[in-house]
């Protein structure tokens, strides 16, 4: 029986002489005593040691000391001995395991279906479902030809000792420096050994399994001269979840993100660090070892294959866009609660008005919180407690939300373009054109198009949170609202929603400077030769940020109006709103006095990051315009009528003695502007 045993971050292989009949105290003193014997950067010299804990590194089970190795423990298995000196306070606190890895929240699951890549049809949505471990990766078989007849064109050109870039000859600045035949693996290796220079945090799991797979459906498209061996082991390692570690910090996308997928690349060689939700972090070669997978041996251009592409820009801008697209919908419908409780008048989305200036993305908005408000279909109490009131307009931040609203939702539609054939295009060089027989260096590399995507998501998403902040504003201000001060009773003893609206205008400002466009700068690297890059790496980095930042925002608007809405009771507004308001107090409940609201923030961004608002208002949206044969237009005070008129209504007062608007109408003759 052997095992792999961590001790501070190093890896031991400690053979069990009796079979795994030795107990788990035994192999804590065993691995303790190697690690003070090797001495390795960690070991702190003439400090007693002592065992506080062993623990399996999968999960962090902690292991009974008296139990027999061969009870608790499978040959092989990996497992981390946390000392007594390994905590933040000697005094105050217990052993703390800081070598055990984050593990996947839950009990992890290999997936069981397949998805099949063949360098052309990938997308987002599949992009993302990979990284979140939904599927397996296989190729088409029109792929693993296309891979096939690349390689052998490059083998040819090494028969023949032609002298190709990458293949032949060094990188960058040393392009015109021939390699010898033997040297030409060594080349490969060199290469990514060189390349993997990155810094920074480690990307998460379903961000290095995002880039994984979108680096193999680009190699799948068979341009890039790769062999199927290499290849399938990197679907073997995906689909065993063995993930190399990479630093999110060092490229400059231009000749690639050469850093970050170098790193990808040197795990698969089993150098540097690797982690699996079987074995944690450990070395890569005893990781792959761990999943019965071999370390890669490279021939001729397969470290340039592996590393050359513009995979960490697109893979986390990808992830930027699927989330700025389901937050985006969501604050449609977070903003139409807003305005009901603020008693808006929906005249504003009046489907007319929007026609006349014929952008997609604003008669989309309009038509859609069309389908949350007052109407026919789904009667307001709430509107219908201020109809006739001599409000003319609301602010721009109620009135001008498909104006807004409607130029994001586009930009992310231009956005998808972008990336979605970006993912699916060949990015290396040079380029292996086996129809032509012909190897052509060229600039696909270059990351300038996912960058300006990044870039453009990042502005364009930023607007969402801009006018949220505004809308929690006059939520909590009571001038605006005419409700209770920041949402609360007993203003003053309580503080109420004072201070999230204080994060959402931090978050906002911080968004603004993110917003800074990354792909306008350029630094020239590689001695001159590479004089103009793309900055992507960064670009894509912040526009992830930046929806981090706008999820939030939006989750404490949406709290703030559920909040707003207990003032309004026992009035009821739409059945869609209301769906709204039972699922976030499903999770959070409303506030009769202060309490720990950093938890129900969290819990409103899941809710929102889980796209489960806008599933409650889905059907509801479509069954309101399915059925409404003519669109409900509301009274408001500036409407012209020819005729005799509208009808006569009773004025009430609304709610806190104030009336309002909504009065509805079928037919509108004449409207004069607002």
């Known amino acids: 029986m052997k095992l792999s045993v961590r001790v501070r971050g190093e890896w031991f292989q400690v053979p069990c002489k009796a079979g795994g009949k030795e107990t788990v105290s035994w192999l804590g003193e065993e691995a303790l005593r190697r690690y003070e014997k090797l001495k390795p950067s960690t070991h702190v010299p003439n400090k007693p040691e002592a065992v506080a804990s062993v623990r399996r590194t999968q999960g962090g089970a902690i292991l009974d000391p008296s139990d027999s190795l061969s009870d608790v423990l499978d040959d092989n298995d990996f497992v981390s001995v946390v000392l007594d000196t390994d905590r933040p306070n000697p005094v105050t606190e217990t052993a703390e395991i800081k070598y055990i890895p ?11 279906e397949y998805l099949t890549l063949d360098g052309s049809s990938l997308t987002p949505e599949d992009l993302t479902a990979l990284g979140k471990g939904a599927y397996k990766i296989r190729l088409s078989t029109e792929a693993e030809m296309a891979v096939k007849g690349s390689r052998d064109l490059v083998e040819k050109i090494v028969r023949e000792n032609k002298v190709v870039y990458g293949i032949t000859t060094g990188f960058g600045k040393f392009a015109r420096m021939t390699i010898p035949e033997d040297k030409l693996s060594e080349l490969q290796l060199n290469l990514i050994r060189s390349h993997a220079a990155g810094v920074g ?10 880039l994984l797979a979108l680096r193999i459906n680009i190699l799948a498209k068979g341009y890039s001269g790769i062999s199927l061996p290499v290849l399938n082991h990197l679907i073997g390692a995906f689909n065993a979840s063995c993930l190399p570690w990479v630093p999110e910090k060092g490229t400059v996308g231009a000749s ?6 170098a790193h990808l690349a040197l795990g698969m060689l089993g150098e540097g660090k690797m982690w699996s939700p079987k074995t944690g972090w450990g070395d890569a070669k005893y990781v792959l070892e761990a999943h019965d997978l071999k370390s890669v041996m490279l021939g001729p251009k397969e470290g340039l294959a592996l590393i050359n592409g513009t995979q960490l820009i697109t893979s986390i801008a990808a992830e930027a866009l699927e989330r700025a697209e389901t937050i985006a919908r969501q604050a449609d419908v977070v903003a139409a609660l807003t305005l009901e409780v603020l008693k808006g008048t929906s005249k504003a989305f009046d489907s007319e008005v929007h026609k006349l200036r014929n952008h997609k993305g604003q008669s989309d908005v309009a038509r859609r919180i069309r389908g949350l408000l007052h109407s026919d279909t789904f009667p307001s109490e709430i509107a219908e407690s201020h109809r006739f009131c001599d409000r003319v307009q609301d602010a721009y931040t109620l009135r001008c939300c498909p104006q807004v609203h409607g130029i994001v939702h586009d930009t992310l539609h231009f956005v998808r373009g972008i990336l979605t054939d970006e993912m699916n295009s060949a990015t290396d060089n040079p380029i292996v054109l086996t129809d032509r027989g012909e190897i052509i260096s060229a600039g696909n590399f270059h990351g300038e198009y996912p960058a300006k995507a990044a870039d453009y998501l990042a502005i364009g998403i930023h607007e969402i949170a801009s006018m949220s902040e505004r809308r929690i504003e006059r939520l909590v201000n009571p001038a605006l609202s005419e409700l209770p001060a920041f949402l609360v009773k007993e203003g003053g003893l309580n503080s109420g929603f004072m201070i999230a609206h204080c994060t959402a205008a931090s978050l906002v400002s911080e968004n603004k400077v993110l917003c800074h466009p990354a792909s306008v700068d350029s630094l020239t690297t590689s001695a001159g030769t590479e ?6 790496g960064f670009a894509a ?64 961004t899941e809710l929102l990051k889980e796209g489960k608002i806008w599933h409650a208002v889905r059907h509801h949206i479509e069954h309101y315009h399915r059925v409404q044969d003519i669109e409900t237009r509301v009274f408001s005070p500036t409407m012209s009528f020819t005729g005799s008129g509208p009808p006569r209504a009773q004025k009430r007062p609304g709610v806190n003695g104030r009336s309002g608007s909504p009065s509805v109408h079928k037919r509108v003759r004449t409207t004069s502007r607002n």
């Open 102 to 112: 984050e593990q996947i929240p839950g009990k992890y699951q290999p997936p069981q």
């Open 201 to 210: 945090n480690p990307l998460s799991p379903d961000k290095t399994k995002m």
């Open 256 to 261: 690639g993100d050469l850093a970050p997928l």
């Open 531 to 536: 004089d103009h890059v793309s900055m992507g």
């Open 541 to 604: 980095r912040k526009a992830l940020t930046v929806v981090e930042n706008v999820e939030r925002v939006i989750a404490i608007e949406l709290l703030a109006a559920c909040q707003a809405i207990e003032f309004l009771r026992p009035l009821k507004t739409t059945t869609p709103l209301e769906e709204v308001i039972r699922v976030v107090r499903s999770t959070v409940s409303a506030w009769d006095k202060d309490r720990f609201m950093a938890r129900d923030i969290d819990a409103a």
